[in-house]
């Protein structure tokens, strides 16, 4: 491809309100162009990588035994609106707003799918009768469409973006573990393909469903995870997924209950400086709305309350809690809490109690007295609350406990790649979507869902990927492999030679980009830099002189001539390197 003829171009300043690398680089390289908030078009150059990444997946998933399909992204809205007999939530429910929702002519309502487990569970209805039918592994790589509240970080997070989804199909537990090993070494190797550092850690699986799931996770500054991981035996959560053992403390004889007056101390670090206590011998206390009820979370203060466990742990007793959110004032005032000083004693039967276990440890603690500017001191279990639901509900942080070998958790920041569910029979229990097992029974489908953001991809390799001139593309997905590089080729000799070097570079199958522009050699330098390609090729009076063309790495220092005649064979050469 010619510099000359490609659509697109770079820019030699960074916008002012860009607040990414990844969208900084791929603007300032000519890779993607910004629409409107979390949607962009991609350049040629931009879509070139797009396709390499899109290459990589596909025979990933092929490798395994998945059959690619399309699926429609218009979706019956009363297909997302199908409820479990259990009378969870739907899925219309959990996504809530994010679900794109819109009426065709005849004002029927649709929505744009952002994930397709259940149209895929419809055709696994219509074509798996029987257990010789299993398993099955149906991919696609589509567009997804979800309305974010704030779309950001670049392509980091979209309201439309590419996706690849796979789901399975099993007779039993054994195929479903089966399957979900064979997926998770196949991302694996997608994404060392793909040049990145990444972790695999447990989550949570949210809107998705199911009772197990993996992501894996780039690690960069730039992602809005936090990881726990063990020094010590490697395991790792997502922080709304980690576990971690609680410090102890120790029990003493229970003390007379006391109010105290604790005049403008509604934190727990106020309290604690106001009592010259620690922060563990208190209780933190906050109030939630969830399927319209009150819901009291209690934790032990220094401890903070995740409300992905909670939620789950409310979801559980079977209240709809994708609508979790803080009370209000008017709701707590109507319920008789006092905002800053809630405390769990009391006869309010409506309330939820949820406890974290840190309270089992240790006793006589510091809690509100639900009256303002008072906290109750020597508050203890059973005597003086009730608890509606032991759970963990506490979030795991720096320099924690390790539950599996008592190392210690170190915190990371990263960007999911991709998600991994065992649904089990969620979606095959909502369509009855059944099979007839080896003894003529009915028996429902086991299903896993799988999913890798593509163009998430895109800005997790950018955001790993770079240095201060610029992109550095693994050769794998990089758009072209070559950078070849013509300074003053208006010079017949100049102009001769990176001609015939760019011919015989095409002849050879090798993906290159021929700057021929009529640029100063510092601008051609800088771009080169910019974009990032494995290997720049110059062909210049010096480098002719020299005794042919120069090469470099773009990730190394060193460079080095090579004759023109060798030129095509030392640089294929090079690239296998790579």
Request: glycine letters at 8%; aromatic letters at 6%.
């Amino acid at each position: 491809m010619r510099y000359s003829q490609l659509l697109g171009g770079t820019l030699r300043e960074r916008a002012h309100d860009v607040e990414s690398t990844n969208l900084d680089l791929l603007t300032r390289g000519g890779f993607v162009r910004q629409l409107t908030s979390g949607v962009y078009s991609m350049l040629p150059l931009g879509e070139r990588v797009m396709r390499k990444l899109t290459e990589i997946i596909r025979a990933e998933m092929e490798r395994i035994g998945g059959q690619e399909v399309s699926m429609p992204v218009l979706q019956p809205r009363e297909i997302w609106e199908a409820r479990p007999q259990s009378g969870k939530a739907s899925r219309a429910e959990g996504y809530g707003p994010v679900l794109f929702s819109l009426h065709d002519r005849r004002e029927r309502e649709l929505v744009l799918g952002p994930t397709h487990e259940e149209i895929c569970t419809l055709l696994a209805q219509e074509f798996i009768r029987s257990y010789r039918d299993l398993p099955r592994l149906v991919f696609q790589v589509q567009r997804k469409f979800r309305d974010e509240p704030r779309a950001r970080g670049g392509l980091l997070r979209l309201r439309e973006f590419l996706m690849k989804d796979l789901y399975s199909f099993d007779a039993d537990e054994e195929g479903l573990n089966a399957n979900f090993e064979l997926v998770r070494e196949a991302y694996c190797r997608i994404f060392a393909r793909c040049g990145l550092d990444f972790i695999v850690v447990e989550a949570d699986s949210g809107a998705i469903g199911g009772k197990e799931s993996l992501e894996f996770i780039a690690l960069t500054e730039a992602g809005e995870d936090t990881i726990l991981r063990c020094t010590g035996c490697g395991y790792a959560a997502n922080v709304e997924k980690a576990e971690f053992v609680r410090p102890e403390r120790v029990s003493a004889e229970e003390q007379t209950l006391e109010e105290v007056y604790t005049p403008n101390c509604k934190s727990i670090s106020d309290l604690a400086d106001f009592l010259s206590i620690s922060e563990d011998e208190t209780m933190k206390v906050v109030c939630y709305r969830a399927g319209g009820q009150l819901v009291m979370a209690v934790v032990r203060g220094d401890l903070e309350i995740n409300e992905i466990k909670l939620t789950n742990v409310i979801t559980k007793r079977g209240l709809n809690a994708t609508d979790l959110r803080l009370a209000t004032g008017e709701e707590l005032e109507r319920a008789g809490i006092v905002a800053g000083y809630a405390s769990p004693l009391g006869e309010n039967k409506a309330l939820l109690i949820v406890a974290d276990h840190s309270l089992r440890s240790g006793n006589n603690f510091v809690a509100g007295a639900n009256r303002a500017e008072h906290h109750l001191k020597n508050v203890n279990y059973p005597r003086d609350f009730r608890v509606d639901t032991w759970a963990d509900i506490a979030s795991a942080y720096e320099g924690a406990a390790c539950v599996r070998c008592g190392g210690r958790l170190h915190a990371l920041r990263g960007c999911e790649l991709g998600h991994i569910f065992k649904l089990g029979t969620i979606y095959s229990d909502l369509f009855n979507a059944t099979f007839l097992d080896a003894e003529g029974r009915t028996q429902p489908l086991i299903m896993a869902s799988y999913g890798i953001g593509i163009s998430r991809l895109l800005a997790c390799i950018v955001e790993q990927q770079h240095d201060a001139r610029g992109l550095t593309w693994p050769l794998a997905v990089a758009p072209y492999a070559v950078s070849l590089v013509g300074i003053d080729l208006v010079k017949e000799e100049i102009g001769r030679a990176a001609e015939q070097l760019y011919a015989d570079l095409c002849a050879a199958g090798v993906e290159v980009l021929f700057d021929d522009r009529h640029e100063s050699a510092g601008i051609k330098f800088n771009d080169a830099d910019l974009l990032g390609l494995p290997l720049r090729v110059v062909v210049s009076k010096r480098s002719l002189k020299q005794g042919g063309v120069e090469l470099k790495v773009r990730t190394s220092q060193e460079s080095q001539i090579v004759s023109l005649s060798e030129a095509l064979n030392e640089i294929q050469q090079v690239l296998m390197q790579l």
